[in-house]
């Protein structure tokens, strides 16, 4: 396999290299409009750099090499495919750009906005827009803000004085609702999280996906985090770091299947993410 032009971060591993190489080949193969926008590749052979989606005719794999942009395939001697205009914004991606204008205004919203104003917002109809943003996402609007939700009592249990104080700066109104949904949200108590996890017992596992590298880090009453970043090391190091009063366990066969679940959900967003943790 020819990785040498794949474009990865300055201290990827070769085997990692590999891997995304190998996930965005398969992308390719697949024509796979959910790759739009992630990362283009060109052929030796034309001279042509595509989309991942491009309904053009496939290239042998030994022609092919990939770069985060057409600009910087461009920059390299190739020329844009004149069927899926790699260096134009696709349907895709112009739908995106809308779901992550409603994403930023639901995460800069101090209260929930409601499925008709973010539609409004959009200049879609609710359910279009609805459908529109779990495509993207996976998630709801609705989970969506719960996720919003997750990730601020996350930061505020790190730096509150307090775990009342916590509540209250993640935008709960009671703390009767917010200690009923804190498992949920945190996978652990607040006042374990609070305490860099003690007395948990975290599984985790890394995988490739079209973001990058994802991290799924579990206990057994739920998610503690999914995070993306380029660096597997970086990854671990970061739970590990937040978690620092945690057990860490190996991932066993069950929960590799749980995380191919979780990636799958990622990739391809389809119904309702139910894992049984």
């Not at 395939?73 to 995106?96: E, F, H, I, K, N």
């Not at 709960?172 to 607040?190: C, K, V």
């Not at 970043?229 to 739970?239: C, F, G, K, N």
């Amino acid at each position: 396999m020819d990785i040498e032009r794949v474009a990865t971060p300055p201290n990827a591993a070769p085997l990692e290299a590999a891997q995304l190489a190998e996930q965005r080949w398969q992308a390719v193969v697949r024509r796979d409009p959910q790759a739009d926008g992630t990362f283009v590749y060109a052929v030796r052979t034309t001279g042509v750099v595509c989309r991942p989606s491009c309904p053009s005719r496939a290239a042998k794999r030994q022609n092919v090499e990939f770069f985060e942009s057409a600009d910087l395939a461009v920059a390299a001697g190739y020329r844009p495919c004149q069927r899926c205009r790699p260096d134009a914004l696709s349907p895709q991606q112009r739908w995106s750009e809308r779901v992550l204008q409603a994403c930023r205004a639901i995460e800069q919203s101090g209260s929930s906005l409601t499925l008709d104003q973010l539609a409004q917002r959009a200049g879609m109809s609710a359910h279009h827009f609805q459908r529109r943003f779990k495509a993207v996402t996976g998630l709801s609007p609705k989970a969506f803000h719960k996720a919003v939700q997750a990730g601020r009592v996350s930061a505020s249990l790190q730096s509150a004085q307090s775990v009342t104080e916590a509540i209250y700066d993640a935008g709960f109104n009671s703390a009767g609702r917010f200690y009923e949904e804190a498992p949920a949200l945190l996978g652990m108590s607040p006042g374990s999280y609070r305490k860099g996890g003690a007395g948990e017992h975290i599984r985790y596992a890394v995988e490739p996906c079209t973001l990058g590298w994802v991290i799924v880090a579990a206990t057994r009453k739920g998610i503690c985090a999914i995070e993306f970043d380029e660096s597997t090391q970086a990854l671990e190091a970061r739970i590990r770091a937040r978690f620092q009063q945690a057990q860490f366990e190996p991932a066993d066969a069950e929960f590799q299947q749980w995380i191919a679940q979780v990636l799958r959900y990622i990739e391809q967003p389809r119904g309702v993410l139910d894992l049984p943790l």
